[in-house]
């Protein structure tokens, strides 16, 4: 058994990320009460589509770079459940009928499939606004102008420069008759996952009002981690099954999806997403082991099953 | 001529609020630059729904709000163009084919229509968190707690205890078997279109840092006339053609919609909007001339013709 520091630490990366996403389900879940009244249904909506499921990635990012700068942990965790909100709100809307139209997700029943259009609809526009609400609410840092500067990264994260923009390029990409090349497709994932992942590895530098250089290397870290998580799960859809992964599989190369697994193949691509680990831990030089955990979910993001 | 004080600014509310539209418009091109790429059909979208359309009412609220305490104008508009975004997103998703299925809005044809349906629902999710975006950057105050109470406030406005609340109890009320009572119908209204009046009003006074009771005054001036605007809207559908008013018309009466009219009959509701009217102007009673155009505003959103 491995028992240098490093192994140790690769130890409990299962451990510490099951845990986080447990104490993020129990955030989510105080601050998405079942209210009276015919908006329940709304709340339950919100509710199934964001507790108890996913690997809590992005949730775990904000954990872990809040825990750098000692951030308390209600704080980190009100930041890391409005994260994972928009996360889940993006989700909801691409699974519609009118966007991938897709019945399955996180193994079980898409929101729209286990309400109905209208309701998931709903549910994803109240994600995403409730997250900014839990951002700008007193709780969440008692320096106002923290709280402001974590609602303008998420937001240009998430908005049309951001996640949203990239879906439509990604939507575009699909109708064009040429495929894209190696830069528009590294364009379309940066802007489509890659900022709300950076965003996430960053907002624990802005809660701790870290010092530039450090707030920046989290960011970078979070980019190349991004772009390498998006590969190693164009990865997943080319070879593994639907049941491993927990949602239809095999459907990039159907649709004619533009990912760098299509564009350079297997092998290409698996080592461009090593190169990029090795390029997320490099970022993390000036910081100390307390930043082990983050440099081994860089290896994690590719070496993952589902 | 009628040339006295009060009717020389009634002449000019029409004017001032044209005026105001237009400036409105300005500040929602500049927000909204076209870039270059494939996200520039998303802008493309987001400006179609949001430039040009519509008595800006939520915007005009910010403006005259604002003007009480001499805050910028550039600083206003920025937060009149954030409110119109968010209504506009709601417009947009409120007229999908999942909810209220509508072809025609301010005289043209809807989102989806213009566009697709996917575009539609991403240009929405865009306007909602360009707002977001819009009010967090600098620009909008130098004191940030000013910009996160603005956050705060709207994102509670337009959240799940607000618009998109409303927007659920309002298909679910569709779908019940007995029809609403007028404490549900209130409520529901408060929630749809209330709310993000209230706080279109009391905008500027967070942007003018005013004290506790004149900000009161105006978030109670926006709940007396959001509800007067929202019995004159159901009056308008009951009463006037689709030509009139630039969308579909006797439509609430063909859905089972829950409205005051409905349940109150043409007669009865009017009387209550002239009575919100009136109960709004007694909000503005510590104000002065100033707030002149807030008062006549209140009048006219009962006597409207679209």
Same mark, same amino acid.
């Given at each position: 058994?491995?028992?240098?520091?490093?192994?140790?630490?690769?130890?409990?990366?299962?451990?510490?990320?099951?845990?986080?996403?447990?104490?993020?389900?129990?955030?989510?879940?105080?601050?998405?009460?079942?209210?009276?009244?015919?908006?329940?249904?709304?709340?339950?909506?919100?509710?199934?589509?964001?507790?108890?499921?996913?690997?809590?990635?992005?949730?775990?990012?904000?954990?872990?770079?809040?825990?750098?700068?000692?951030?308390?942990?209600?704080? &980190?965790?009100?930041?890391? +459940? !409005?994260?994972?909100?928009? =996360? $889940?709100?993006?989700?909801?809307?691409? /699974? %519609?009928? @009118?966007?991938?139209?897709?019945?399955?997700?996180?193994?079980?029943?898409?929101?729209?499939?286990?309400?109905?259009?209208?309701?998931?609809?709903?549910?994803?526009?109240?994600?995403?606004?409730?997250?900014?609400?839990?951002?700008?609410?007193?709780?969440?840092?008692?320096?106002?102008?923290?709280?402001?500067?974590?609602?303008?990264?998420?937001?240009?994260?998430?908005?049309?420069?951001?996640?949203?923009?990239?879906?439509?390029?990604?939507?575009?990409?699909?109708?064009?008759?040429?495929?894209?090349?190696?830069?528009?497709?590294?364009?379309?994932?940066?802007?489509?996952?890659?900022?709300?992942?950076?965003?996430?590895?960053?907002?624990? &530098?802005?809660?701790?009002? +870290? !010092?530039?250089?450090?707030? =920046? $290397?989290?960011?970078?870290?979070?980019? /190349? %981690?991004? @772009?390498?998580?998006?590969?190693?799960?164009?990865?997943?859809?080319?070879?593994?099954?639907?049941?491993?992964?927990?949602?239809?599989?095999?459907?990039?190369?159907?649709?004619?999806?533009?990912?760098?697994?299509?564009?350079?193949?297997?092998?290409?691509?698996?080592?461009?997403?090593?190169?990029?680990?090795?390029?997320?831990?490099?970022?993390?030089?000036?910081?100390?082991?307390?930043?082990?955990?983050?440099?081994?979910?860089?290896?994690?993001?590719?070496?993952?099953?589902?």
């Amino acid at each position: 058994m491995d028992m240098s520091a490093e192994g140790v630490v690769a130890l409990s990366l299962p451990r510490a990320m099951a845990q986080a996403a447990e104490e993020i389900d129990a955030a989510l879940d105080a601050l998405l009460p079942r209210p009276e009244g015919g908006e329940a249904r709304l709340f339950e909506a919100m509710r199934y589509s964001t507790i108890g499921g996913g690997k809590r990635l992005r949730g775990f990012l904000v954990l872990e770079g809040a825990r750098q700068f000692n951030v308390s942990r209600q704080a &980190a965790l009100r930041v890391a +459940a !409005a994260v994972e909100m928009v =996360h $889940a709100y993006s989700l909801i809307h691409d /699974d %519609l009928p @009118a966007m991938d139209d897709d019945d399955l997700r996180r193994g079980k029943p898409t929101c729209h499939k286990a309400f109905d259009e209208a309701t998931a609809i709903l549910a994803g526009d109240a994600l995403q606004t409730h997250a900014f609400t839990v951002l700008a609410e007193e709780e969440t840092h008692p320096d106002p102008s923290v709280r402001v500067e974590l609602v303008r990264r998420l937001s240009r994260a998430a908005g049309p420069r951001g996640m949203v923009g990239g879906q439509m390029l990604d939507i575009m990409a699909e109708q064009a008759t040429a495929p894209l090349d190696e830069p528009a497709i590294g364009r379309l994932q940066l802007l489509k996952t890659g900022k709300l992942i950076e965003v996430s590895a960053e907002a624990g &530098a802005i809660l701790g009002k +870290a !010092a530039t250089p450090q707030r =920046h $290397a989290l960011e970078f870290y979070g980019r /190349d %981690l991004g @772009a390498a998580f998006q590969i190693a799960d164009d990865l997943l859809d080319a070879t593994a099954t639907a049941e491993e992964v927990g949602k239809a599989t095999g459907k990039d190369a159907g649709a004619g999806k533009a990912t760098l697994v299509g564009l350079l193949g297997i092998e290409r691509a698996r080592l461009q997403a090593e190169r990029l680990v090795a390029q997320a831990r490099d970022h993390l030089d000036s910081f100390g082991e307390k930043a082990d955990l983050l440099r081994l979910l860089a290896d994690y993001v590719i070496d993952r099953r589902n």
